[in-house]
């Protein structure tokens, strides 16, 4: 286990400089002066623009800059950003919020998509099974920030049950809507691969021996069957936690949510590369710490699967 967990670290050092590296000319490919924009719809006073272009490296080759950049990256620091903060301030002021949001889609998804999948295999071909096939095909076909609107109008508008857009982001009542929205998607995937894979196990051989043996239906299920079932639902979740936290950023925009999606979206428009490429990296490294996470799942879910 120890070695398979090296290699799995050390994997994840050449997929991090790729992704950065990526992001960082990507972001800085965008058209436009970021120094200039400061100034607005006024002319910049060339002396004033040259100073800030040399302070914040903008005078140096692109190479330049992406080696700057990393080597600031690599001791933890993720620079700064045009209006003189640190970056690593703006991601620990918004990232609580963001991780609230996501965690709370995170386990609606769960005990919704796993809940209606569990069922919806057990009864296949039944009207339960029928019923949550069109409701998760209605989720996957509905765009995110459509289904924001549709909830907004009915809950918020006609009801009045909610605030349309979220007054204060560290209330966890207030983020209740905007979970259900950014977590729709997943939870109607994880449904649909939960109901697959349960169906397709049910009638697997140690399934069948567990019911000859004359072991109680909820320990057959729980206990086989929906333990074995997990993995392909685990691999997804694994992966979607870091999805989740990105994007947040429609989610955030539609409910005026004040996390990282809300923040990296004012970045991309103001094009404050170090902000954006802070943001993202970050990111990068909540994905490869979820896809470690599942690997090692994998384990405590099947105990024939052994890591070399």
């Known amino acids: 286990m120890g070695r398979f967990v090296a290699r799995r670290l050390l994997q994840m050092i050449p997929v991090f400089l790729g992704t950065t590296a990526l992001i960082f000319f990507m972001v800085h490919a965008l058209p436009g002066d970021p120094v200039a924009a400061m100034w607005g719809d006024k002319a910049p006073d060339p002396v004033q623009l040259a100073a800030l272009r040399h302070q914040y ?14 080597g600031k990256l690599l001791t933890g620091d993720f620079g700064k950003a045009l209006d003189g903060r640190p970056v690593i301030d703006k991601i620990t002021e918004a990232l609580p919020v963001t991780v609230r949001l996501a965690l709370f889609a995170f386990a609606i998804e769960i005990v919704l998509g796993i809940g209606i999948g569990l069922f919806a295999g057990l009864r296949r071909g039944k009207a339960f099974d029928k019923g949550a096939l069109v409701l998760t095909l209605l989720l996957i076909s509905i765009p995110v920030p459509v289904l924001g609107f549709i909830f907004q109008t009915i809950f918020a508008t006609n009801l009045k049950w ?57 320990k057959v299920i729980g206990t086989h069957l929906l333990r074995n079932s997990m993995i392909p639902v685990i691999t997804f979740l694994g992966t979607d936690l870091g999805a989740l936290m990105g994007g947040a950023i429609v989610t955030e925009g539609i409910f005026n949510v004040k996390g990282v999606g809300n923040a990296l979206f004012h970045a991309i428009n103001l094009k404050e590369g170090a902000t954006v490429s802070g943001f ?14 599942v690997d090692l799942l994998y384990a405590v879910l099947d105990p024939r699967i052994r890591y070399a």
Do not use: C, H, W
């Open 280 to 293: 993202v990296a970050f990111l990068v490294l909540v994905y490869l710490a979820a896809g470690l996470i």
């Open 162 to 218: 909610v605030t349309p857009t979220v007054q204060d982001s560290n209330d966890m009542t207030q983020l209740v809507l905007p979970a259900v929205v950014l977590g729709s998607l997943s939870l109607a995937y994880v449904a649909r691969l939960t109901r697959t894979s349960i169906a397709e196990n049910i009638k697997a051989d140690y399934v069948r021996t567990a019911v000859a043996k004359g072991l109680p239906r909820r």
């Open 57 to 70: 490296g903008f005078d140096k080759p692109l190479i330049g800059q992406y080696l700057d950049y990393m």
